[in-house]
Structure formats: structure tokens, C-alpha cells
């Protein structure tokens, strides 16, 4: 017998044994709008084996595999497709307890077990600790692609030919050039101001030079935003930096690698030529593969959500910059440091835990909504801060990282809760080994997503089923009530 979910064994009706049983018999019904077929069956309670039988044949609504959900507020029962492991949402509106009934809902806050959208980008499996972009590894792609590579892989769904990979990368370094005001507005910074935030408020403000960008259901237009957001990304993020150190700005080189013109952005002085080790430069493209995409993380879901407004990509892009500076999220490599720089020596780690494990703060760098046993991102990039490490010599707080991790994983309180080391937690050490500064790790990390926005962003918008973002809500306030003047308050 299947039990009856959610509710108390004691408070369960007896399971029904005969009754006047039919999903098979009942006409389907097709639900507006959606092309679902649902069936409505009257009379069932509770749930029997009968019942789970009759919802997985699949002749019971002709479209394959079905949950049959039973309403015990009004004995009715209901069977709703599953489609690739899922149930719409929307399916279950038709369950009404009367006709003025909304119908219902799912109430899922930080949308733990809800999928946005169908996409064809990036396949991840936190539990196998599985990455893969457009069905390739990461592992693969981190040792013999390139960033620009990935980047037109992930926008195109496929790899380039030869041909193909040389017009992407003349196209995107035809367009690292910005504006000449955009120097001007980086100008009115304070001296100290975040990069990130400059990043933000400048990369929405190339909608103002970009006024076509808007025309986002011409595919010629979108590709044009795409191309220069990829390559104006990095000159951004580079400039702020330069302007918080009150340096010139330098412009992009040609003849330079994707990594190799940033790397001369940020450090290049204007009489002394720069020219980046090939190893910090092989390093830094690495880092940029494995933050190309994520699926439907938190700053892929502003994108995809304010995008959805049809709105300009250049303000879709600046909101999962936004999303991206929050120390949950790509704010969590800076926060690493900040932490490893706190905790000082290798001593001071047991005390750390102790306050971690008593809901202090966090240890950051350290857990994953959705990597469950390791994430593929923190092995590779261990791999390559031995790499840099070669070059700069061994950054200390490498000591005090490794023996948190070795303490942190041999603890019941992260072993439980399967908290593994993220890739936030090694991505730091390498930038700063690097020279940037703390405040320049979330805008490596956006110049790196950079594709996996605009791909996702792109694929949002060619999706006929998607529509405005615009989640429900539960209304638990004030039912209503007369207004009061302010002397009777
Ligand atoms: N340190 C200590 N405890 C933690 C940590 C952590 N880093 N992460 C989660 N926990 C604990 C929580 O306190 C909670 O414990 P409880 O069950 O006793 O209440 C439990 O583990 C589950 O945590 P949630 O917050 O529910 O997990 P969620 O999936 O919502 O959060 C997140 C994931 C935000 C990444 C979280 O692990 C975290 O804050 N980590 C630190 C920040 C960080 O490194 N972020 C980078 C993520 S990767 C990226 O964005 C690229």
C-alpha cells in the first residue's frame, strides 16, 4: 500500500480497497493553454496500490508517464504527465476545491526544487559532481579548449571549426574598444569605489551607447550585443581596477590572448611594456572556462528574469552582476580571503571551526546548493594554483586553506551537511597571486560568465514558451482594514 503523503499516520483514512476506480476510463482532459492532458477522476481518498498502478500506465492520458494526485478536501482525483522527471506547475491550478477557487500552488521560497526553463547549455549533476557545457566535460574543455572557444561553444552549441573559432576571436577583439565617455563616467568614481560596482553601473550604461541592443527579436542585433559584451567585459573590469589604483587607463592590444590583453589592461605601465608569463596567462583563461556557466544560478536567473522584461542585454547582464557581487555568490572568493587573512596562522583554525560550527559565520568558500560531494570546478583549480604558485612563488595563506579544508572535511559538521570545498575557495589564492586585489575576484568571475549570461539570455529569448518572469506569492499580512487617521493612531 502507498501511504497517504503529508499527512499523520493516525489522522489517514483507511485505505480504500474497492471503490468506483477510473483513470482510464474517464475522458482526459486538455488543461488551456498548456497542450497537457489531465484526467479527473471523482471519488478517490487517500492513495492504493490500485491507484499508483493505474498512474503509470501510460495509456491513462496517451502522453507517457503520469502522477495521479489525489485532493482529500474534495475526494477528486487528478492525473497530471510528468515530462523529463517533471510535473507544470500550472497543471496543478486545476485543483479546486470550487469554482471560485484560484486553484493550487507550489510554494517553493529560493526555488529549491523548481525548474525555470528547458536548456540545452550546461548539464550538471551535484550528486555525480558533474559539469558539462553543451554535453562536454569540464575537465576536457579546462585542459584543451580556450575561453573564447568555450565562450562560442556555449552561444552556439557547438565547437568551432578552425574558420569559425578565428572570425569569433577577430570579431570579439574587434569589439574591446568602449566608448571614450565611458572614461569619463569611470572618472566620477570615488577613489575607492568597489570595481564590482563600477562594473555594474558601467556595463548597464553601454545600453545608453548601444540604443539598437533593444531591438532584442533581431538575431543579427542580439549576436552584435553579445559579441561586444564579451569583449567589452574585460576592458571594464580592467579600467576599474585602473581607476581605483589611479592608474591610466590602458587599451586593449589586439595581438594579444583573451587573458593576456586583460592581464595587460590591468598591469600594463604606459611607457613599460607588459607582457604576461604564459603560464599566469594559461591559468587565468582556465579559471575563465570554468566559470563560463552554471546553469540556473542565482546571477543566470536574474539575467534570464530581468531579460524576460525584454529588456536591453546590457541592463539583463549588469542585473546578474549584481547578483554576482553578493558574498553568497561570486562575492564568496573575496570573502575567502578576507577570512584566510582573519584566521592569519594555521593555530588560529580550531578556534575558526568552533565558531563556524556554533553559527558565527560561515566558511566561506565551502558548501554548494547544488554540489553535494565535490565540486569538479575546486579540483582543477587546485591543480592550477600549482601552476601559478610555479610562477609567483606559494602564496602563505595556501598553508592555512589547505589545513582548513583537511580540518573542515574530517569534521562530523561539514561531513553531514555535505559541505565540500567550492570553487570559490582555492579561485582566490590563485588571483592574488596574480596581484589583484581582493575587490577585483568578483569581476574575474563576471567577465568569466559573461558567456554563459549571454547564452542563457539568448536562448531565454528565442524560447516560445517563456514569458515575463513573475513568480506567485503566499499573502500571509493584514486582510483588509479601514485606513486611520493619523490622530486616532
Ligand atoms: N559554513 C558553515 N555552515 C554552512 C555553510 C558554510 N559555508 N554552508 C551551509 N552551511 C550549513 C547551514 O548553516 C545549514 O546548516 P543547518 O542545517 O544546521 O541549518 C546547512 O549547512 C545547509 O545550508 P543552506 O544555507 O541551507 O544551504 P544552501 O544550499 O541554501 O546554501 C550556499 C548554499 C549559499 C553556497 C552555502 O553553502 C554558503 O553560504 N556557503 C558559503 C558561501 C560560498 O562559498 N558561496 C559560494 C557558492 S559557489 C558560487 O556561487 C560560485
New binding site residues.
Given amino acids: 500500500m502507498v501511504p497517504a503523503i503529508g499527512l499523520p499516520a493516525q489522522d489517514r483514512e483507511a485505505p480504500v480497497e474497492s471503490r468506483e476506480w477510473g483513470p482510464r476510463r474517464a475522458p482526459p482532459m486538455t488543461l488551456p493553454g498548456t497542450g497537457w492532458c489531465t484526467t479527473r477522476v471523482k471519488g478517490t481518498f487517500g492513495m492504493t496500490t490500485q491507484q499508483s498502478t493505474a498512474t503509470s500506465d501510460p495509456a491513462a492520458t496517451g502522453t507517457g508517464e503520469t502522477l495521479t494526485v489525489a485532493d482529500n478536501r474534495t475526494g477528486l482525483s487528478y492525473e497530471v504527465p510528468i515530462t523529463d522527471g517533471t510535473i507544470r506547475a500550472m497543471d496543478l491550478r486545476q485543483i479546486k476545491v470550487g469554482d471560485d477557487d484560484f486553484g493550487l500552488m507550489t510554494y517553493d521560497p529560493?526555488f529549491m526544487n523548481t525548474a525555470s526553463c528547458r536548456s540545452e547549455i550546461t548539464f550538471l549533476d551535484g550528486d555525480r559532481g558533474i559539469l558539462r557545457y553543451r554535453g562536454y566535460p569540464i575537465e576536457q574543455l579546462a585542459e584543451h579548449s580556450s575561453f573564447v572557444e568555450v565562450a562560442y561553444l556555449l552561444v552556439f552549441g557547438e565547437l568551432p571549426t578552425q574558420a569559425q573559432l578565428d572570425s569569433w576571436t577577430e570579431e570579439i577583439k574587434g569589439h574591446t574598444f568602449v566608448h571614450e565617455n565611458v572614461k569619463k563616467f569611470m572618472e566620477g568614481f570615488r577613489y575607492d569605489a568597489h570595481p564590482m560596482g563600477m562594473l555594474q553601473a558601467s556595463v548597464g550604461a553601454l545600453s545608453t551607447f548601444y540604443p539598437e541592443a533593444k531591438d532584442i527579436a533581431d538575431e543579427e542585433i542580439r549576436h552584435r550585443q553579445i559579441v561586444r559584451l564579451i569583449g567589452k567585459m574585460p576592458t571594464l573590469g580592467a579600467w576599474a581596477f585602473r581607476h581605483t589604483t589611479g592608474r591610466p587607463y590602458v587599451y586593449p592590444k589586439k595581438e594579444l590572448s583573451y587573458a593576456g590583453n586583460f592581464l595587460s589592461m590591468l598591469f600594463a605601465m604606459s611607457i613599460v611594456g607588459y607582457e604576461a608569463d604564459p603560464r599566469i596567462e594559461r591559468a587565468l583563461d582556465i579559471l575563465l572556462i570554468l566559470h563560463a556557466d552554471?546553469e540556473q544560478?542565482?546571477s543566470t536567473s536574474a539575467v534570464r528574469s530581468v531579460g524576460s522584461s525584454q529588456v536591453d542585454p546590457y541592463s539583463a547582464v549588469a542585473a546578474g552582476v549584481s547578483a554576482l557581487y553578493g558574498?553568497?555568490?561570486?562575492g564568496?572568493n573575496e570573502?575567502?580571503l578576507r577570512m584566510l587573512n582573519r584566521i592569519g596562522t594555521t593555530e588560529n583554525i580550531p578556534d575558526f571551526i568552533e565558531g563556524?560550527k556554533a553559527?558565527k559565520e560561515?566558511?566561506?568558500?565551502?558548501?554548494?546548493?547544488v554540489y553535494k560531494n565535490f565540486?569538479p570546478r575546486a579540483t582543477i583549480i587546485k591543480k592550477a594554483c600549482d601552476d601559478v604558485f610555479e610562477v609567483t612563488g606559494v602564496n602563505p595563506k595556501l598553508a592555512i586553506a589547505v589545513e582548513l579544508e583537511k580540518i573542515a572535511l574530517a569534521d562530523d559538521?561539514?561531513v553531514s551537511?555535505k559541505?565540500y570545498p567550492?570553487?570559490?575557495?582555492y579561485s582566490g589564492l590563485i588571483y592574488e597571486a596574480l596581484g589583484m586585489p581582493v575587490e577585483m575576484f568578483p569581476v574575474l568571475?563576471a567577465i568569466g560568465r559573461t558567456p554563459g549570461w549571454v547564452a542563457q539570455w539568448r536562448e531565454m529569448i528565442t524560447d516560445k514558451e517563456q514569458k515575463i518572469s513573475r513568480p506567485r506569492q503566499v499573502y500571509i499580512g493584514p486582510d483588509e482594514r479601514d485606513y486611520v487617521p493619523m490622530a486616532k493612531r
Fill in positions: 529560493a552554471h544560478n542565482c558574498p553568497l555568490h561570486g564568496a570573502a575567502v563556524v553559527g560561515r566558511l566561506m568558500g565551502f558548501g554548494h546548493r565540486d559538521y561539514f551537511r559541505l567550492n570553487v570559490d575557495f568571475f
